[in-house]
């Protein structure tokens, strides 16, 4: 049951669910996720390490970068339907949507020049 309520706390902030939504899309770093969600650098640190210990999201290391994505859900049955259901659900509300519509446009290297 402990596993299960990690998850479910895990997505029960907007900001995280928002993080899983952009991280369907694709592989993003803490900057890219700061400027997405237009919140504190220390912020988004939490909430990806909330996301990181219910098993949500992972990293690699390339070079000087931190590259977060969506785990596979092979190490717990309640990520793996999560996941599998968040792909389908909230497509169609507006800030996601919106949010999602702008990743294409937020490039790390253009953030890290300012």
């Not at 690699?60 to 969506?70: P, V």
């Not at 990520?79 to 800030?95: C, K, M, Q, T, Y």
């Amino acid at each position: 049951m402990r596993d299960f309520i990690k998850v479910m706390k895990a997505l029960s902030d907007q900001n995280r669910v928002k993080i899983v939504k952009m991280l369907q899309h694709k592989m993003m770093c803490v900057c890219e996720i700061q400027e997405a969600l237009r919140i504190a650098q220390s912020s988004v640190s939490k909430h990806l390490k909330i996301l990181e210990e219910a098993g949500l999201v992972d990293y690699q290391k390339d070079g000087l970068w931190m590259n977060y994505h969506l785990t596979d859900g092979m190490k717990s049955p309640y990520v793996a339907s999560l996941i599998g259901n968040l792909r389908h659900w909230l497509e169609d509300e507006p800030e996601v949507k919106e949010l999602i519509k702008r990743l294409p446009h937020i490039r790390r290297e253009e953030i890290c020049k300012r």
